[in-house]
């Protein structure tokens, strides 16, 4: 059955309690008004307003999201209204100025179905990410998608000029080292800080390499920002029997205060004090006690944890310390030459700073000089942006200019591409992919290819810079289900058929004779009712019936179970399968589902009918975990009961509205939207209604002995709010397969749970925990997407769940 939802407008204001026919005064209205701003400061997913958040809008929320909306709002995340990029047409990211990252996991083998089965066990997913929607499946690969995609022209305008304007980059400076590294947008400090792979590759000592298993490491955060302060570095050493030692460290804090001068005395015999570089004599070094080990204590004393280290080839100066540092800036690699050559710090101090350093008037290298120029090198780079740098030095340091070309004769510069990884790397951001080895369309230093999820996650922690644009893919559930599962179609099968038993009822006994069409008339006043399953025996008539929503089960059993008709009580039940023995706990959590937080689901009942049954207190009353607060039995019209038949009467007091919804519940709480669910051409008999915050879902719930007296059945949500209907996502597979012998195997013994389930459970608690390790190395301000890509086949789809949030502060 196809529910046709209508999301309402923007709700009216009312009264946080319960008040018929008597107007609010004044004093009552500014104190509501006050409670409604203060309250409410705190958004539907819990963060303050000020921070970002993602919401999708109301009309979108029932419609699967594509991979091209999906890239869309990664546009957007990343470049913004500044970079001539749109707010995406289906949701809302706010503030998006203050998103430092994009991370994108994409989950290969798992469906939303999935996610739903086994959604006790993701506790991560379901408690960390207040965004969730439906995925469109897509047979073109997702994560080649997100890179290669095109950014529209409008965007960043002024890498797609062609006219000789000033803000169009000359081709001399396109492929200059320090553009193609660094680009040309002038960014914080954070984007210099070297990682932990360009770190090993350039030999500097990283905590858990071999060689470095003695070395001292500072107490560093795992990242810096660009507030981080800037520490200058250098040092001096001698050559002794083992080799060199160190023999003087200079430090400066970020005003060019030398804050450590220390001389050393080495732990070896001293071969050569190499004084025309070091400065070091014997008489200097004679008087000395201070070891190696007290440098590292002064210094692990000095640096702040978010201290970031600047030197000139500082890798040098690290070993000589025997000192692990997390971040580091290194002068040499900033200012690049051509193939890997380096300038001289003395160079770079008189081209740049316009200041004599090095001189051979002088005996010796000046360590607090050297550390002194070091750190202006790096501020003066930082300051001025990479590509200002390279204009004004161009001549100086690499040692040639920009010729304009006539441009009657020189064919017109290549516009850049448009492509999304490349426009974040012109811009100086980050990508990188790291999954299985597969046809990215990314340049291959930015791919890392592991065989398993545990090894992507670990390559990724290790990175001491999260990049700008991530892409993990995780491919180990889909390969253990492809091990595990030879006929994927049924196992999906299995997976729905469990989830559309969460939605089963077993009623009976019924009077002889009582047909399908009465037990329908009977249960669909507790919700849309799916189908009908007759269980005839030879003395009872027995019925099963399935619901669209996970609603209408729970209010058939609070309100049919003992029905007496014609002097005989009904028993409605669960069917009893060992796959649904925690079919509770997995209910309750769903009604504490933040997305359920202030949803009620409500349904109107025929006057006539309800009247013919008097209010009872037989069922649980509301409770603060908002457990099911309606306590009365009840039955649709044309059924008979004590033998006596009941026939509706069609009157305006039984139809459902936005308008009624509102003047009805607007007395507990103000009401944000109300969503209808009825069949196309059909009115309306049941809705969802969310209000602007819990209280108001919670006194609704208390007061459902007198919504009784108005005709109004309640009950907390439990049907996720982006899905139409329960059974929806268990519906999208076709069943035209000509194999349908091992599809009705499936069928009969889904409700027994195999070792392969078992396995399989096990396996998405570990998926979770890897997410939450993931989640928690992000940094604050990272939009983070989780995408369960769903299932195709030739027989049809599954659909995906695409899972976001903005990670907040702690």
Avoid at 357 to 384: C, S, V
Avoid at 750 to 773: A, F, I, P, V, W
């Amino acid at each position: 059955m196809s529910l046709n939802m209508e999301p309402s407008s923007a709700a009216a204001t009312c009264n946080r309690r319960k008040r018929k026919n008597i107007a609010p005064t004044a004093h009552d209205e500014a104190k509501r008004l006050k409670t409604v701003q203060e309250g409410e400061e705190l958004l539907e997913c819990g963060h303050s307003s000020r921070s970002q958040r993602i919401s999708v809008l109301p009309d979108r929320l029932h419609q699967p999201i594509t991979p091209d909306e999906l890239t869309e709002l990664l546009h957007y995340a990343a470049l913004g209204k500044t970079g001539g990029i749109k707010q995406p047409s289906w949701c809302r990211l706010q503030h998006q100025k203050r998103v430092k990252a994009v991370n994108v996991v994409i989950v290969e083998g798992l469906t939303q179905s999935h996610f739903y089965k086994h959604y006790l066990t993701l506790r991560h997913l379901r408690t960390n990410y207040t965004t969730r929607l439906t995925f469109t499946p897509s047979s073109a690969d997702l994560a080649s998608g997100i890179f290669s995609s095109e950014v529209p022209k409008s965007a960043c305008p002024f890498l797609f000029q062609r006219h000789n304007g000033s803000s169009e980059l000359h081709k001399a400076l396109r492929s200059h080292p320090v553009i193609t590294k660094f680009g040309t947008q002038r960014r914080g400090l954070t984007a210099y800080v070297l990682t932990q792979e360009e770190m090993i590759k350039k030999h500097f000592p990283v905590k858990g390499m071999p060689g470095f298993e003695e070395y001292v490491c500072t107490d560093s955060v795992d990242s810096v920002t660009d507030n981080s302060p800037l520490y200058g570095i250098d040092c001096e050493m001698v050559q002794t029997e083992k080799g060199y030692e160190l023999a003087r460290v200079s430090l400066v804090d970020s005003d060019g205060n030398c804050v450590l001068d220390d001389l050393v005395k080495p732990l070896n015999r001293i071969f050569n004090y190499l004084t025309r570089f070091s400065g070091i004599t014997a008489a200097m070094l004679r008087p000395i006690t201070t070891t190696l080990r007290d440098v590292q204590v002064k210094l692990r004393k000095l640096l702040p944890s978010d201290a970031v280290l600047v030197g000139h080839s500082i890798n040098n100066d690290l070993v000589a310390l025997k000192l692990i540092h997390q971040h580091v800036i290194d002068t040499s690699l900033l200012y690049r030459k051509e193939f890997g050559q380096r300038f001289k710090l003395k160079v770079l101090a008189e081209t740049v700073l316009k200041r004599q350093i090095q001189t051979e008037e002088k005996k010796g290298h000046n360590p607090i000089e050297d550390a002194l120029a070091a750190l202006e090198l790096a501020q003066y780079f930082i300051k001025r942006g990479p590509r200002q740098v390279v204009e004004l030095h161009m001549e100086e340091l690499w040692g040639y200019t920009i010729v304009e070309e006539e441009s009657t004769d020189s064919e017109p510069a290549p516009t850049p591409s448009p492509r999304f990884a490349d426009i974040l790397q012109t811009l100086g951001r980050s990508v990188a992919f790291l999954g299985k080895r597969c046809d990215i369309a990314l340049d291959l230093s930015h791919q890392q290819w592991h065989n398993s999820d545990k090894e992507v996650l670990a390559s990724f922690r290790r990175r001491t810079k999260c990049p700008f644009l991530s892409v993990l893919q995780f491919s180990s559930l889909l390969d253990h289900q492809k091990r595990s599962y030879p006929h994927q179609e049924h196992q999906h099968q299995r997976v729905c058929a469990n989830l559309r038993d969460m939605c089963v009822v077993v009623a009976g006994p019924f009077p002889a004779a009582f047909s399908e069409r009465e037990v329908r008339r009977l249960f669909c006043c507790c919700g849309p009712v799916r189908n009908i399953k007759m269980l005839n025996t030879t003395v009872r008539v027995h019925a099963e019936v399935e619901f669209e929503l996970l609603e209408g089960a729970m209010l058939a059993l609070k309100t049919l179970n003992g029905l007496d008709m014609q002097g005989q009580s009904i028993k409605v039940q669960r069917p009893v399968y060992e796959s649904m023995l925690d079919l509770d706990l997995t209910l309750d959590t769903l009604m504490c589902d933040s997305l359920n937080t202030s949803h009620l689901y409500v349904v109107k009942l025929n006057p006539s009918v309800a009247e013919s049954i008097p209010f009872s207190a037989r069922v649980n009353g509301h409770t603060s975990d908002a457990k099911c607060s309606v306590k009365t039995a009840n039955r649709l019209p044309s059924v008979k009961v004590n033998g006596q038949r009941s026939h509706p009467t069609t009157t305006a007091k039984s139809k459902l509205s936005e308008e009624t919804v509102r003047e009805t519940f607007g007395h507990f709480g103000a009401v944000e939207r109300v969503v209808l669910l009825a069949k196309p051409g059909k009115r309306a008999r049941h809705a969802y209604i969310k209000f602007e915050s819990s209280e108001g879902k919670h006194v609704s719930l208390s007061s459902s002995e007198d919504l009784w007296k108005e005709k109004y059945l309640v009950c907390p949500s439990l049907t996720p709010p982006h899905l139409p209907s329960w059974v929806a996502m268990t519906t999208a597979i076709t069943t035209a397969d000509p194999d349908s012998e091992a599809a009705e195997d499936e069928e009969r013994t889904h409700m027994h749970t195999s070792s392969q389930d078992q396995e399989m459970d096990l396996m998405m608690g570990k998926l979770d925990c890897r997410l939450r390790k993931l989640f928690r190395s992000l940094p604050e301000g990272t939009l983070s997407v989780v995408v369960l890509l769903g299932h195709t086949s030739a027989h049809g789809y599954l659909p995906g769940l695409c899972l976001m949030e903005v990670k907040q502060g702690s």
